[in-house]
């Protein structure tokens, strides 16, 4: 059975700081992995999707890298902002039955 | 990208009754559609996922018979929540895709409250 976890659960940065949010799954059979941000109350928005075959996917400030045979992803964050708040999801798909599993989240605040 | 709509977006009920959600694809045909919920500080589990023609797939330990699932269409999948209690109160989200490994949309979430 697949499982997905994140580290850091919580994560507060001042302004301006680059992160890096980690997401790790169990089972690397996995056909693409995909990160989302979800405000509070609110559904989920597409950040980046990965597929197995590529290593990094990047769009404005934010970068994802894979390494499936080790089960890790991870998304950078450059120049954080107070807008960037949100909580950061990774799911990865894959398996018999193509599901998408999501991780725990991590939840991030910047300061200004 | 793709549009998921999803209706509607909060919707509150007393204990008993029946709520139905509505998730559509409005720009693109989905032949399977993904329902989870979510409870507060908690990230989203899987409960079933939503084929176009056939029974739903539903995840251990959740109650089919509660939990309705219909994908008549191409672009409509409904889940149903039969006599709603207020342990069901919870943020209930559904999902497509383009194919089989594309990218998941989401509907924007409806947030249950059974009184």
């Known amino acids: 059975k697949q499982e997905v976890t994140q580290i850091p659960a919580a994560l507060s940065v001042p302004e301006g700081e680059n992160l890096v949010l980690n997401c790790s799954f169990t089972?690397?059979?996995?056909?693409?992995l995909q990160w989302f941000r979800q405000d509070p109350g609110k559904g989920l928005t597409s950040l980046l999707l990965?597929?197995?075959?590529?290593r990094e996917q990047t769009s404005g400030r934010l970068n994802a890298s894979l390494d499936k045979s080790s089960g890790r992803s991870t998304l950078y964050i450059a120049a954080s902002q107070p807008g960037d708040s949100a909580t950061y999801l990774c799911?990865?798909?894959?398996?018999?039955?193509?599901?998408?599993?999501f991780g725990t989240g991590t939840l991030l605040a910047v300061q200004p | 990208g793709a549009v998921v709509s999803q209706h509607p977006s909060w919707v509150i009920c007393k204990s008993g009754t029946s709520v139905k959600i509505e998730c559509r694809s409005l720009?693109?045909?989905?032949?399977?559609m993904f329902w989870y919920r979510q409870f507060p500080k908690q990230s989203l589990m899987l409960m079933a996922t939503?084929?176009?023609?056939?029974?739903?797939?539903?995840e251990q330990g959740v109650e089919k018979d509660k939990f309705l699932i219909n994908h008549a269409s191409l672009t409509l999948s409904t889940l149903t929540v039969t006599s709603a209690h207020p342990e069901d109160s919870s943020f209930y989200i559904c999902?497509?895709?383009?194919?089989?490994?594309?990218?998941?949309?989401f509907g924007s979430g409806t947030q249950l409250s059974v009184l």
């Open positions: 999902s497509a895709s383009v194919g089989t490994n594309e990218k998941l949309f």
């Open positions: 089972d690397s059979a996995i056909y693409n």
């Open positions: 990965i597929q197995s075959s590529q």
């Open positions: 799911a990865v798909r894959g398996g018999a039955t193509n599901k998408l599993i």
């Open positions: 720009d693109f045909q989905a032949t399977t």
């Open positions: 939503s084929n176009e023609g056939s029974k739903a797939t539903y």
